[in-house]
């Protein structure tokens, strides 16, 4: 069965500094995918960042950037220069195989929070 | 990215009536949806799996003949909860993949309150 652990219920950033939301996955898939949602206190899920299991290159977008560590099974996201819009919910996740199951599992989310 | 909507995006509906919940894809079509619930201060829970022009496949322990779903068309699903009840409130959210692509997209949501 395929989890995802986050292990940090809330963080806390300075504007304009640089942070890191863990990520931990276990699977027995041999190819999987790694998602970084956002989801403001509207309730909207945004879609960040994907990583593939197969790709030689962290995954960038932006401001956003996935540290992938396979051996480890770690798929922390950094978001650099934080702004005060970053601040809410985050929401690492996991397909499994292509060919089999496309559903998502979601970790419980950590709750970001950037000072001004 | 790629286009979700949900109508309607809040309801309030007295406990044993029944809700739909509209799910489209506007700029794409999407063989398959997905339907989550999510609790306050919870994560998403996916509830089934809905394919375009056949059953949807629920997720073990979701009633399927309490969430019926429906893929009519390549851009929309739809949801209907069935003789609400209080427990039933929750935030509901679909989300479409793009064909040939990874991501899912998300919709909006719908917050259920069943009073």
Request: charged content about 20%; overall charge positive; some cysteine.
């Amino acid at each position: 069965a395929q989890k995802i652990t986050q292990t940090q219920p809330g963080m806390f950033v300075q504007e304009k500094e640089a942070v890191t939301l863990d990520c931990t996955y276990d699977t027995s898939d041999p190819s999987y995918g790694l998602f970084w949602y956002k989801q403001p206190s509207s309730g909207e899920m945004i879609f960040l960042i994907y990583q593939g299991s197969y790709d030689q290159q962290n995954a960038t977008e932006g401001r956003y950037s996935l540290n992938f560590q396979k051996a480890r099974k770690s798929a922390n996201l950094v978001i650099s220069a934080s702004q005060l819009g970053d601040s809410a919910m985050y929401f690492c996740a996991m397909r499994g195989a292509k060919g089999g199951s496309e559903k998502l599992v979601f970790g419980k989310g950590t709750k970001l929070t950037v000072n001004p | 990215g790629a286009v979700v909507s949900q109508h309607p995006s809040r309801v309030i509906c007295k406990s044993g009536t029944s809700v739909k919940i509209e799910c489209r894809s506007l700029d794409f079509q999407a063989t398959t949806m997905f339907w989550y619930r999510q609790f306050p201060k919870q994560s998403l829970m996916l509830m089934a799996t809905s394919n375009e022009g056949s059953k949807a496949t629920y997720e073990q322990g979701v009633e399927k003949d309490k969430f019926l779903i429906n893929h009519a068309s390549l851009t929309l699903s739809t949801l209907t909860v069935t003789s609400a009840h209080p427990e039933d409130s929750s935030f509901y959210i679909c989300s479409a993949r793009l064909p040939a692509r990874e991501t899912q997209y998300f919709g909006p949501g719908t917050r259920l309150l069943v009073l």
